[in-house]
């Protein structure tokens, strides 16, 4: 049975709809044997060990063979086919036809270890060049596509073949096909740019996708047309690639070019080698006009004027975006603000941006830290140049030198290309910002001297171009390429670092662990690292054709994600609980990388809500939560934390699986909404949210192991009174902020007596009094006016203590909102988001709030979430913001379960509550019943103290992973023996040897004393006996003196003198 498993296998497809052909024949050459494909285009063909040509034909398409198929021991190799349709009334066709008679035509691709990059035709490319690189064999998977080519040797489609046509071949067999061209030549404003994208978006489902990544200042949609073999999504490995034009409104010639590359590279795919190629190998998207609002305003014949140039709102965009050496004061643009959200959502890998006015390639950097006009070099400037070659080569009068000699007889650009800033400074520019803050590599390609051309002259910019707009596409598949992966288990690594020795420019891989890294041809030292792995260091020679494919397996530090178990852990009972561990780890880095969430949300799409969203006021509210609780009682929660000035109930909902059970080994989530009545968009999205989460238990795996794992709390109204107060679509009212007796409860939290000047507000009071609760891991607040998440503290403070994790947190949920990233701000907003997140101080610097009291007194972290610029929006935007806001909401969740957690006990097993968990020598944490503890914490090492009265302190260092769950740790404290800080058994000894010490010395000191008593009362009475009569009566005088001394000092030499006094009388 296994040898059904060896030979090749694949489906056949039509070229111009993607349609699955059945009953077309798969011939092997020197076999006798043909089969069929079946009704879905499929078919295996088994077949030894060894190199094979296949050639697939159907009746009315253009036949194809694929030479060189790799077949190898074990596995099947994948091989696709897309075939062209045979059209009567084209020479193209009429030629591919008559090649049916004859000998059909070789094709594109070979089976090997990694497949062959589309910067080649080449009939048979067998293995990987260059020295040191580890090469992945990846099953042999190739794609062949009808009308391909071959030759005997490699041919760079940089430059046109014989004939002209894109990729034609001059192998034995081949049919030499002309491209065909585009036809439409002229000027298209909006509504026609927009006709024409969708036209070609409808005549070519099976490889276009059209979309929008927002709107210009007047509402026009910013278009953009994905070009892929499977348009719509990621394919790991596949690098993506962006054409932008239309900067500058009045620049028109770049808009043009990118409509008429959509319909050749349509209209060519599956007929057209190179074209056809480059579309499966690649993802490509094309946004004709970032500034459809300037367009409008342009003129035809404008050669060297402004009308049009800037937006709308009379900003240049190219001028518009944050620099790495200037603070751009001007605010930032909706179409700014959109293409940056845009670049930050795919993986983009190169990219140019079409102007006009000039004739040269321009790369970073754009302008200087001194502002001066001079040569501002970028740490990848040999890719730079390389990459911008390949265009100017390819337009002879851009290579020439001399762009526009009569307007700029002075300027002259050395082989076409120059550095931005050594022509002149452009702050703020697009180019710089993809390469500083994306994977992105970009260059400005100034596409003629006349801004805005009369469209008899379109036709002329095409046939200068074409060859250049195709042979940049290709500059995307050079350098090196490949997959970060978990040793452990296989999976991507997401976020992992590519660095590459001597080049101070790092990228990122993507979210199944996929990168491409740009390099000029020549030997680099890459590495990869990753927060909780060993980092991996590989050699690589970088050749001139095409990316070599690196691989790194990375191992995990301190074992599966985290330090386990303590001195004295039971074996048995560790062993059970590392294994349950590892299982949920999976289940969570699962969630947490690639497409997970993505996933769950699309699994969950049937259960969620129909139709707009509503507000509710408070009766509305209460009765909402009243129907959660009665519908999911066996989940569901209902609790009254206390009342508002107007006696309205503030509520609270548990969901979990075992609701108002304590779970101290279960992490405790909290998610709060209403602070300020007039912004109640949170409101909604957590009454929707709870909606969700019961929706789904027991119907979505995932969702329902989230909450059987997780107690999650949500407040959904801290301010009720302010709420009835507010009124819809009031974006800037403050009307409803306050509560009653108008305080802002965010000001109002005081966990000191002597901060406080009057009584806590009651909403206050009750929502401290659910803070100080023990055993909250998380807590995520949403508020209204901006779109960003801010972190702690509120209050103006010098330094935070574990900032790296607060701002950790809120920067994941940043990450996973659509817009938030995109550094957008809100009409305005004086402050600079970067990134979509920031410390709360920088944003409205206060004391009182309720973040910071989180933090102070109840142990907790949280993060504010600003969901929308609008504080009370219309209604019709609720399902807008809700599907903006679900997945960072789920991928709090999530989160919750990362960082450390486990259990202090002493050494019979009884565990300890309330001992102190210092984290990093900062943070406190305090053990719950049980002696359970949990403590969130950015990804990477972390010191970990335990700390109990009559116990000695324990230290751990723990690595903490972004993508895995907590391992839980067992802390073991022995009994505190220390004195003064000294061990007991030292001090014991120390002291006993003292008393001896001090006993020995006593003795000493007595003898020696009594022996000179003795000395002394010997020569007393020798001294006595020579005493003459008058010292005696001297003595007898003095008789009642000595009798008051004698009762003063009683002592036994006093009384021997007395005897002594008596004798001699």
Known sequence: MEQAHIGVRGFVRDARNGAALPDVRILVAGINHNITTGRFGDYYRLLLPGNYNVTAMAEGYTPMVVTNVQVVEGKASELNFTLAPLAADTPAAAAAAGAVTSKPPTATTTTTATPASPTENTAAHTGNDGGGAI????GSETSAESGSSTSGSAADPASPPAGGGAGAGSGSGTVATEPVEPEDFRHHHYQDMMLFLLKYSAKCPAITHLYSVGKSVEGRELYVMEISDNPGMHEPGEPEFKYIGNMHGNEVVGRELLLNLIEYLCRNYGVDPEVTLLVNSTRIHIMPSMNPDGYEKGREG???????????????????????YTTITEPRQPETIAVMNWLRSYPFVLSANLHGGSLVVNYPYDDDPAGRTQYSKSPDDEVFKMVARAYSEENVLMHNGHPCEKLYPSEFFKDGITNGAKWYNVPGGMQDWNYVNTNCFEVTIELGCVKYPHASDLRSYWEQNRRALLRYMHQVHKGVKGMVIDLTDGTGIPNATISVDGINHHVRTYKDGDYWRLLAPGVYNITATAQGYSPMRITVSVQEKEAMEVNFRLPRLGGAGGLSGGEGSDPVTRGAAELADQEFQ?????????SGLDQLILDTSATATQGSLSYHNYQGLSEFMRGLNLNFPKIVSLRNLGQSWEYRTIWALEISNNPDVPEPSKPKIRFMAGIHGNAPVGTELLLEFATYLCMNYGKN??????????RIIIVPSINPDGRQQAREQQCNSTLGKTNARGKDLDTDFFGNASQRVVEAQPETRAVMDLILEKGYTLSVALDGGSVLATYPYDKPVQSVENEETLKYLAKVYADNHPTMPGDTGCPGE????????????EKHSHMGSMKDFSMDFGHCPEITVYTSCCLFPPADRLAALWAENRKPL??????VHKGVRGVVRDKSGKPIVGAMIVLNGGVRVFTSEGGYFHALLAPGSHNIEAVAEGYQQQRQEV????YQAAMSIVIEFDM?????????EFVVATAAASMTALIVTACIIWCVCSAKSNRQKDGFHRLRQQHDYDDEIHLTSMGSKKSLLSHEFQDDSESEEDTLYANKM
């Open 959 to 962: 690595i903490v992973s972004a």
């Open 135 to 138: 090469p992945e064999n990846s």
């Open 830 to 841: 004086s402050t600079t988001m970067n990134g979509g997140f920031l410390r709360a101080a």
């Open 976 to 984: 505190d023996n220390r004195i003064f800080g000294l061990p007991r």
């Open 701 to 710: 795996p995932a969702i329902t192991r989230l909450i059987n794992e997780t």
């Open 586 to 594: 999976g289940f969570i880095r699962r969630l947490s990388i690639g």
């Open 302 to 324: 404008d050669v060297r004027g402004y009308a049009g140039r800037n937006n709308s709102n009379n900003y240049d965009l190219n001028r518009n975006f944050p620099d790495q």
């Open 890 to 895: 789920l991928r709090m969740l999530v989160e």
